[in-house]
């Protein structure tokens, strides 16, 4: 059994969904499977319009991953803040963000490559609880421990650099 037919079986089951994009007419070149908890914070409901407003940014921020628009990446040792999408410190978790900035402070949405331009998007968090709990390594391990739970053994794609996840990319 492959990773892929793992997802497959996720997606059978309805417990991981693929993204589609949200205009018809916009080409899937990457792929961005979601659990439930991140298709809640993308589809709602919302506490507030404010929260609407953050993951509607947020979902079109994804929509350029899918669609495979030219995108900023960045990996350790970088600490550039623009990236759109960052693998995290330390390189060892293989854990990345897509980082919806606008508005500020916006949305993380954090998951694990399992292929090249697959991307598994597994929990969320505003980024203001990051900074106010200071707890980036509780999401981290929170991240990995939801891959444990769809993926068991299979370890999250590793790659040397940026192009080898992510397609039509610079780095910053």
């Known amino acids: 059994m492959s990773i892929r037919d793992v997802i497959s079986k996720w997606v059978q089951t309805g417990e991981l969904a693929l993204l589609y994009p949200a205009f018809d007419a916009v080409p899937m070149v990457r792929y961005v499977f979601i659990t439930d908890e991140v298709a809640m914070g993308l589809f709602g409901p919302w506490s507030n319009s404010g929260e609407e407003n953050r993951f509607g940014r947020a979902r079109a921020h994804i929509d350029a991953f899918i669609s495979g628009d030219l995108i900023s990446a960045r990996m350790p040792p970088s600490k550039s803040v623009s990236a759109h999408t960052a693998l995290l410190d330390d390189r060892k978790h293989e854990v990345w963000e897509m980082r919806a900035r606008d508005p500020s402070p916006g949305v993380r949405i954090f ?62």
Do not use: M
């Not at 939801?146 to 993926?151: D, G, I, V």
């Not at 299979?154 to 780095?171: E, V």
């Open 111 to 172: 998951g694990r490559f399992s292929e090249k331009d697959t991307f598994i998007a597994l929990t969320w968090a505003f980024r203001e609880q990051l900074e106010t709990d200071g707890d980036w390594d509780a999401e981290i391990e929170r991240c990995k421990k939801k891959w444990r739970l769809y993926f068991q053994t299979f370890p999250p794609f590793s790659g040397s650099d940026a192009h080898a996840y992510i397609s039509n990319i610079f780095l910053v």
